[in-house]
């Protein structure tokens, strides 16, 4: 306690001597940045556009107020005017700021034609939130993964962890696998949501979109071809617990590399086998820590202990964990009817499911001993 | 001593019970009050009690935020402290304070004896003490108090736990207080003004309070009806809003900002009506362009009713409805213009004095006007999908409804101090809780333009290190403008307690409504006899 206290005023002490030198490092941001797209440039445009028009006009109403303030004071002796009302005034000061509306509406309905403009994209990528991570799911090219927040990054995220944040220069805008696309191609995104509202926004790439349950939206970006490189965004749209620690981050390549990338990321083609995958127990035990670790410890807690805030009970000891086998693959597969919040997992693969379930039942004491392999999370799909 | 001697025979005479008459009669006094004034205080000091409990959650927020990392609270705790912070703001500090006003001055200043429904005045009020005890009850709950935000945005709002139905009936409740408290302003305005007090003689505080009125009447149904959904989503199985079940999670948006645009309307109209008030009294030069300022508080309610959908520009709506909502939007600047430019003229060529209460609202005009501007920003959709959901909103509606709304209360209040109290509250004290709120406000809102802008999305407990420096001194803001409230606090305690001295009826040179001819403090019942209007 006394040592955030004291790193606090420290940083004050930074925060003032920063001040006083005027330093201009990028921590003291003051505005919206180009970006890195035709359309973020635009919207810039259009931001700066608006925002001298507010400042003019604020030079003329501040302007007219302060003058005021100082010369029509009673302790110069001022005697009030009388004056209180001017038709020709008044309809001058409707019309005028009218027509500065209509000037300032017309660059704006141009700028939002180009958004909306979807044809011709040359790349279609599945964008689903879920809390609290993504997926992409690059659509005619079979390359679909999670993208979650970086390990270390989670780690010193914790209450109390004791770790100094400051060290990473991308603090919660690191991810373990990033979204990549070729510069100079129109991606165009595909959102939607598994539980609730998300939002993806990177703000170099410009705009965001809510992704929904139960609705598909478009969106397109296309990164300017000199412009490679690692561009950083996060969930904008409130979405529970951890809508802090969902980063996005987007690697823009040359066309060749992202070629190579591509190659490189597909799955190699499987030889076909009639004999069902069958895993060891502690294939499956290394395995389920990984995946329960990205996908249910958000929640269930790193040692199966569950949330207090979130009212999560623990799986440590569990009813479902330690008891039948089909209900325990029934939430995991649909969901709880109890509690919203677990929502039905059935989009990760068998090999993954049966991994995460074996895990669950063998791991912090809850012991078992059933091993779950992924035929089993197969035949229990169907039900 | 001859002030308690006075008082004390008043009460022989059925006026009010005091704590001298003993704790029974006097809380029996105050539970079964129809008395207009009574109210007002009672809304007044309800409304300041969740002022400071707001900003207590406001305390946490901006401790949390003060540099990077988790230091303090849960992220599901921090996501409970912003949702709180805003449903206490909104419903129980700054609405129950602008009825608490319209209580004490809407009878004095239309002169009439008291509210048209006395009893229902009574019960409006009282129903907000339980509608709290049920919403803040709630942070002591399994799963903790609501944390999907005050939008109450399904699908994440139905994960909410044990408090969700708690919310909802407060919500209700808080509706049906609203609802009252309107028809009984649309009813005293309409029904009990004075002889020769024609609609268009009326103080600009009565007619903003009278289109607030019908506002609230027309929207506060809309939200009853959005979270019932909500409640039968959670717990009767229906899906309104629920894709799965044919129902749509978009709906949900459109009924709660059809109901949420006029609301922010609801909360800024009364303190254009307290300005309108201030402004000629200190410039002792009548209001410019009066009825003007009329049309355009008119036009900007009935443009609230058709603006809501640029809240949700990035809901991927159709491009015809985003430049509908984008134009409309736009054309609120038109009246909002008219009423700051008529200020600025009230002023031009007057003799003015800074006393506390025109210092507010000069602060009110420059920075209201501040909010205004990144309001306008804000409705440019295709810049909007930028800012949207960012720090800049953030700073954008703080600067309406703190340095708006807010403003206006504490400059009603000073205005109106020695009216309610009959003595005049400490000159020196007042212009420097001014002076430190108005600093400190800024320090505190005016970076959170920059985080936006720089990229830092709002409702986060933790953010990268690039925003740590703007986040700072934020915080050292907020810090700021929460302590120097417990010097308002003191003001009012010593005002009470007889101040500097008596205010006489007319503390300022400048007041011409009617309740500058009542003394101060004004009879238990006044206008007993209507007074006539020239």
């Known amino acids: 306690m006394s040592t955030v206290i004291l790193k606090g005023i420290a940083r004050i002490a930074i925060v003032f001597a920063a001040l006083a030198a005027g330093a201009a490092r990028a921590d003291w941001a003051l505005n919206m940045t180009e970006g890195v797209t035709e359309v973020s440039a635009s919207v810039y445009k259009l931001h700066m556009q608006i925002f001298i028009v507010c400042c003019v006009i604020a030079l003329v109403v501040f302007g007219a107020m302060i003058w005021s303030i100082v010369r029509h004071r009673k302790s110069l002796g001022v005697k009030p005017a009388t004056f209180h009302d001017s038709l020709e005034v008044e309809i001058a000061w409707t019309v005028i700021p009218f027509l500065i509306l209509v000037a300032m509406a017309i660059p704006s309905a141009q700028v939002l034609i180009g958004m909306e403009d979807f044809r011709n994209s040359q790349l279609s990528i599945k964008v689903t939130g879920y809390q609290w991570k993504w997926h992409y799911d690059y659509l005619d090219e ?4 999670f993208s979650t927040l970086d390990r270390e990054h989670n780690a010193a995220r914790r209450l109390g962890s004791g770790v100094d944040v400051t060290q990473f220069p991308d603090y919660l805008l690191e991810v373990d696998e990033p979204l990549v696309v070729p510069v100079g191609k129109k991606i165009r995104l595909l959102l939607t949501a598994q539980d609730v509202l998300h939002a993806w926004w990177v703000p170099a790439l410009g705009g965001k979109k809510d992704a929904i349950p139960g609705y598909v939206q478009e969106m397109w970006f296309k990164v300017d071809a000199d412009k490679a490189g690692v561009y950083r965004g996060q969930c904008a749209e409130l979405c529970g617990r951890d809508h802090g620690f969902m980063p996005i981050v987007v690697r823009a390549l040359p066309q060749d590399e992202y070629d190579a990338w591509l190659a490189a990321r597909k799955p190699a083609v499987v030889a076909v086998s009639s004999e069902p995958q069958l895993f060891s127990k502690d294939e499956l035990l290394a395995a389920g820590e990984k995946h329960y670790g990205a996908f249910c410890s958000a929640c269930h807690g790193g040692s199966g ?35 919203p919040m677990m929502t039905a997992w059935k989009q990760l693969s068998d090999a993954e499911l049966a991994a995460i379930v074996t895990y669950e039942r063998n791991a912090w004491g809850n012991a078992t001993g059933d091993l779950v392999q992924p035929a089993d999370v197969a035949a229990a799909r169907g039900k | 001593m001859s002030t308690h001697a006075a008082t004390h025979d008043h009460h022989d005479h059925h006026g009010p019970a005091t704590l001298a008459d003993g704790f029974g009669p006097w809380a029996m006094r105050w539970l079964t009050t129809t008395n207009h004034k009574d109210i007002g205080t009672l809304y007044l000091v309800f409304s300041l009690i969740m002022f400071f ?33 805003a449903l206490v703001m909104v419903f129980g500090a700054v609405m129950p304070a602008f009825v608490g006003l319209a209580n004490w001055m809407i009878p004095m200043q239309v002169g009439a004896p008291d509210m048209a429904l006395p009893r229902m005045n009574n019960w409006s009020f009282w129903i907000l003490p339980f509608a709290f005890t049920l919403l803040l009850s709630t942070l002591f709950m399994d799963g903790g108090a609501p944390a999907g935000g005050w939008t109450l945005y399904p699908p994440l709002v139905l994960q909410t736990g044990a408090a969700f139905p ?3 009936f407060a919500i209700h409740l808080m509706g049906l207080s609203s609802i009252m408290g309107a028809i009984n302003v649309i009813a005293t305005i309409l029904n009990m003004r004075a002889p020769g007090m024609t609609l268009l003689k009326m103080p600009l505080f009565v007619w903003t309070w009278l289109i607030t009125a019908y506002l609230l009447i027309a929207v506060m149904p809309v939200l009853a009806g959005a979270v019932t959904m909500l409640l039968t989503d959670k717990y009767f199985h229906t899906t309104f809003f629920t894709a799965a079940g044919g129902g749509d999670p978009v709906l949900f948006q459109h009924i709660f900002w059809f109901f949420g645009h006029p609301e922010v309307y609801i909360m800024i109209l009364p303190a254009f009506g307290v300005v309108s008030e201030i402004i000629p009294t200190f410039a002792r030069k009548p209001l410019f362009g009066y009825d003007s300022m009329v049309y355009a508080v008119a036009s900007i309610a009935f443009l609230s009713f058709i603006v809501w959908a640029h809240h949700m520009f990035t809901v991927g709506m159709p491009f015809a409805g985003e430049v509908f909502f984008m134009f409309a939007t736009m054309l609120i600047a038109v009246p909002t213009g008219v009423k700051v430019f008529n200020w600025v003229a009230t002023m031009w060529r007057g003799a003015m004095t800074f006393e506390t209460p025109m210092l507010f609202a ?7 006007t501040i ?25 954008h509606f703080h600067y309406v409804l703190v340095t708006g709304s807010i403003f206006a209360l504490m400059a009603a209040a000073y205005y109106w101090l020695p009216k309610w109290t009959g ?50 001194v934020s915080s050292l803001g907020g810090f700021g403008f929460g302590l120097s409230q417990l010097l308002f606090v003191y003001i009012l305690v010593h005002t009470v307690r007889g101040g500097t001295g008596k205010a006489g009826p007319k503390p300022w040179e400048g007041g011409t409504a009617l ?7 004004p009879p238990y019942h006044s206008w007993t006899e209507p007074p006539h209007v020239k």
Do not use: C
């Open chain 2, 423 to 472: 003595n005049m509250y400490h000159e020196t004290l007042g212009q420097w809780h001014f002076w430190l709120s108005t600093i400190f406000v800024n320090l505190l809102f005016f970076p959170q333009h920059f985080l936006g802008l720089a990229g830092m999305p709002r409702r986060i407990p933790d953010y990268n290190v690039q925003f740590a420096d703007w986040n700072m």
């Open chain 1, 142 to 145: 079979g390359v679909a993964f």
């Open chain 2, 371 to 395: 909010g205004g501007f990144s309001g306008l920003m804000l409705a440019i959709a295709p810049a909007d999908f930028q800012y949207h959901d960012t720090y800049f909103v953030v700073a």
């Open chain 2, 53 to 85: 409990i707001g900003g207590s959650f406001a305390m946490v927020i901006r401790a949390e935020l003060f540099q990077p990392g988790l230091q303090f609270v849960d992220p599901m705790f921090f996501n409970s402290m912003t949702t709180m912070h």
């Open chain 2, 515 to 521: 309740e500058w001819e009542l003394p101060s403090p």
């Open chain 2, 166 to 168: 708690f919310a909802v």
């Open chain 2, 362 to 368: 000069l602060a009110f005009v420059f920075l209201f």
């Open chain 1, 305 to 339: 202990e569950g949330s207090a805030a979130m009212s999560v009970k623990p799986l440590k000891g569990s009813a479902i964990a330690k008891g039948p086998l089909a209900a325990h693959l029934d939430v995991v597969l649909n969901g709880s009817k109890a509690n």
